[in-house]
Antibody, heavy 120, light 112 residues
């Protein structure tokens, strides 16, 4: 059974660095072709793809946010991390991680999401 | 970035009614490898999105066959043949042919 779960600080102040963790089971990121993405959704709005990391450790970023994002994974290939620097109120959103299996370029499994509020 | 425009933004339906949602892309979603990476998601209230259809028309495992997808190039359609109460929520199209992946603005399906 594939599951993903996001965790994060809940709330942080403007200009700080947001650190998020996606813990997953039921698949391994070491499997050829596997990709885990980060996607966010401000309340009442649509979705925005942020970044991804694949089984080979290659990293992909949304150009609009690239300078502020860093995606990484752990050596056991069961966790993926996202850091966003210099946050402001526009980064307030629910953050999801999602899996993309080999070649499909779909987001077939999603975590429940973690809500992050940026406020002073 | 590729812009996906969904219409209508809101759809009111009765149980059993058939409905369609349109997704139009600012550029062709046909990849050089011959695949078209256009997917449909459903987000029920308070839930994460779930995959319904991928590669334009392929039904994800476990998704009822009242859902169907069609289209090519820049114009795509999701059809629900006989809406059921569990189908209520917001539908999104998403493309991953061109980087970065982008999502449509969503279509909210409500009960009339």
């Amino acid at each position: 059974q594939v599951t993903l779960k996001e965790s994060g600080p809940g709330m942080l102040q403007p200009s700080k660095t947001l650190s998020l963790t996606c813990s997953f089971s039921g698949f391994s990121l070491s499997t050829s072709g596997m990709v885990v993405s980060w996607i966010r959704q401000p309340s009442g709005k649509s979705l925005e793809w942020l970044a991804a990391i694949d089984w080979d450790g290659d990293k992909y970023y949304n150009p609009s946010l690239k300078s502020r994002l860093t995606v990484s994974k752990d050596t056991s290939n069961t966790q993926v991390f996202l850091k966003i620097t210099s946050v402001d109120t526009a980064d307030t959103a629910t953050y999801y991680c999602a899996r993309s299996p080999l070649g499909a370029r779909t987001f077939d499994y999603w975590g429940q999401g973690v809500m992050v509020t940026v406020s002073s | 970035d590729v812009v996906l425009t969904q219409t209508p933004p809101t759809l009111s339906a009765t149980i059993g009614q058939s409905v369609s949602i349109s997704c139009r892309s600012s550029q062709s979603l046909l990849h050089s490898n011959g695949n078209t990476y256009l997917n449909w998601l459903l987000q029920r209230p308070g839930q994460p999105p779930q995959l319904l259809i991928y590669l334009v028309s392929r039904l994800e495992s476990g998704v009822p066959n009242r859902f169907s997808g069609s289209g090519s190039g820049t114009d795509f359609t999701l059809k629900i043949s006989g809406v059921e109460a569990e189908d209520l929520g917001v539908y999104y199209c998403v493309q991953s042919t061109h980087a970065p992946p982008t999502f449509g603005g969503g279509t909210k399906l409500e009960l009339k």
